[in-house]
């Protein structure tokens, strides 16, 4: 059984010493983000900010900021996350749809004479030194096919403009798709923005989903259990009923504004033309919590790298016979780290090229052998450096589908790359990598494990 809302994980982690308190008083604007930045480098724990200045609404971040919280998320162990992740992510338990729910007790209506003020209700934070306000990042975004009603939920930016006003970059189906009916239509899309829900409903939502698949059914599968939704607002959208804030509008049609810079997960300031939506309900909890997620942390890389070594993993493993391990790297841009056994020469081009031209993600592929250790860079970077030729290995590839948070990109195309970093099949001695016996290395790991190397 899994968690049964984000408080309960919150004081799961206190209890058992993986949440680190921070009691300073600190602002949403920069210095909290400061502080999540500084700590992510630093300290194995999840973050809890209780002297939020001019709030008196905790923040709770880094949740989600190691293999062992995720896991710990899902109800597994470690070694098993990416294979129980890939499991449970390709199953579904439909939600249980209940009449009352605990993020009713506090209501605001936005009504003449009584105007919400949503950064006087919510500590949203301001991340990097050019970002254009605050920005909601961790929010889930759950809207409705206009047409036949099917839910759809997703992680999508959200912008604080001023009042109750949003900006919210919408790039991803369904709720894009959803958008883009309600405009033909010439109708407003009604929308709900979710903040703070347990963790393994904030992992569902950056699942790869066709159109028309049921995030919250697959939430279901990866906490273990159905998720609790319930109906909310003249609408009637399906929410999780134990989130800890939710927030009702409508995206007006046709309209666009300039909107950002905002510091992307991807380490640079971007600025679009983005839909704009107003709020005319705000719910949340008693003394509720606000989940904050800091982009260009390692959080978010390892949240990428789960979704990607699940979905694309999959597809790869079938495809790819000889292929014996994979990763996602953001060490030299979106790059696909691949492992083989190689049987023949052409095998590394030929599982560089597939990864790159169907992954608009994967912005360049390093192959590598069976002796070379993907978890570790420097052992990667040996590898290049030991056996990669560039006049004979190098792959490049132009006019390619890009990424739309690369700014090198021109409208979303680009050029990518490929090494090979294997060895040459008719000179293995040349290329055996030295190694310690490993009787002598097992023997002196048991002798040395009880040192204290401090």
Not at 54 to 83: H, K, Q
Not at 99 to 128: D, M, R
Not at 392 to 420: C, F, N
Request: proline share 6%; aromatic share 8%.
């Amino acid at each position: 059984m899994g968690f049964k809302d984000l408080r309960d994980y919150v004081n799961y982690l206190r209890k058992h010493r993986q949440l680190l308190d921070v009691d300073q008083p600190l602002s949403p604007r920069f210095e909290v983000g400061a502080a999540l930045r500084y700590l992510d480098q630093r300290s194995p724990n999840a973050v809890y900010f209780s002297n939020v200045t001019g709030f008196s609404c905790p923040v709770v971040g880094n949740l989600l900021g190691s293999y062992d919280r995720i896991a710990l998320a899902m109800g597994v162990e470690t070694g098993e996350l990416l294979s129980e992740f890939n499991s449970r992510s390709g199953k579904t338990i439909d939600p249980l749809l209940v009449k009352e729910s605990p993020v009713e007790e506090v209501v605001h209506q936005h009504q003449k004479g009584q105007e919400i003020n949503l950064a006087g209700i919510l500590p949203v934070l301001t991340h990097h030194a050019r970002d254009i306000g605050p920005y909601m990042t961790s929010a889930l975004l759950v809207s409705a096919d206009p047409e036949n009603g099917h839910r759809g939920m997703g992680i999508h930016r959200i912008l604080l403009k001023g009042g109750n006003k949003v900006g919210i970059y919408i790039y991803n189906p369904p709720i894009r798709t959803f958008l883009d009916k309600a405009e033909a239509m010439g109708k407003p899309l009604d929308i709900a923005i979710v903040s703070g829900v347990d963790p393994a409903l904030f992992l569902s939502s950056i699942v790869y989903m066709k159109d028309g698949q049921d995030k919250f059914a697959v939430a279901g599968s990866i906490k273990g259990e159905p998720v609790e939704l319930f109906a909310c607002g003249e609408a009637g959208l399906q929410v999780p009923a134990r989130a800890e804030f939710v927030l009702l509008g409508q995206i007006q049609p046709g309209i666009r504004e300039e909107e950002g810079p905002f510091g992307e997960s991807s380490g640079y300031y971007l600025t679009y033309q983005n839909p704009v939506a107003q709020i005319h309900t705000v719910m949340h909890r008693r003394d509720p919590l606000y989940h904050a997620l800091m982009p260009f942390n390692r959080e978010n890389n390892l949240l990428l790298n789960l979704t990607w070594e699940s979905t694309v993993g999959q597809d790869l493993e079938k495809k790819i016979p000889y292929l014996t391990a994979f990763r996602l790297c953001s060490v030299m841009g979106m790059c696909a780290l691949l492992q083989i056994k190689k049987t023949a020469e052409g095998q590394p081009k030929e599982i560089m090229e597939y990864v790159l031209k169907t992954n608009p993600l994967i912005k360049g592929a390093i192959v590598v052998d069976t002796d070379v250790d993907l978890a570790s860079w420097d052992d990667v970077s040996w590898a290049v450096s030991t056996r990669f030729q560039p006049h004979r290995d190098l792959l490049l590839l132009r006019d390619q589908q890009g990424y739309p948070l690369d700014p090198s990109t021109r409208d979303v195309i680009t050029s990518k790359w490929g090494m090979d970093a294997t060895a040459p099949l008719g000179e293995k001695d040349l290329f055996e990598k030295v190694v310690v016996p490993a009787e002598v290395m097992e023997k002196v790991n048991a002798m040395l494990k009880g040192i204290n190397l401090v």
